[in-house]
């Protein structure tokens, strides 16, 4: 099994900065690469960002890359998401996710762990 707790989330104006850490432990080597999603209310779980533990192989969404950038360490114990210029359409539950597959990682259902979440709020 493998543990996954987020941190970081809070209140910030429209144009500030956050930065979300996800701390991973138990049997991180079985996995390969490391998401974050998010859902706003009343919305489905989107993909955000996506990393290999090898640091290599980033990937954003749309409307994100720019802005936000996705980073690990070597030791398969964090993974951070620097969030920049904020809007209020980034407001939403951050999620950060595990698995040990290479493909399909844009999709919520090809991970296998998941931690439980923190609240963004970017006021306008």
């Known amino acids: 099994q493998v543990q996954l707790v987020e941190s970081g989330g809070g209140l910030v104006q429209a144009g500030g900065s956050l930065r979300l850490s996800c701390a991973a432990s138990g049997r991180t080597g079985s996995t390969a690469v490391l998401g974050w999603f998010r859902q706003a209310p009343g919305k489905e779980r989107e993909f955000v960002a996506r990393?290999?533990?090898?640091?290599?192989?980033?990937l954003y969404a749309d409307s994100v890359k720019g802005r936000f950038a996705i980073s690990s360490d070597n030791a398969k114990t964090t993974v951070s998401l620097q969030m920049n210029s904020l809007k209020p359409e980034d407001t939403a539950v951050y999620y950060c996710?595990?698995?040990?597959?290479?493909?399909?990682?844009?999709?919520?259902?090809?991970?296998?762990?998941w931690g439980q979440g923190t609240q963004v709020t970017v006021s306008s």
């Open positions: 996710a595990a698995t040990a597959r290479y493909t399909g990682t844009m999709q919520a259902d090809s991970y296998d762990y």
């Open positions: 990393i290999r533990w090898s640091g290599g192989g980033t």
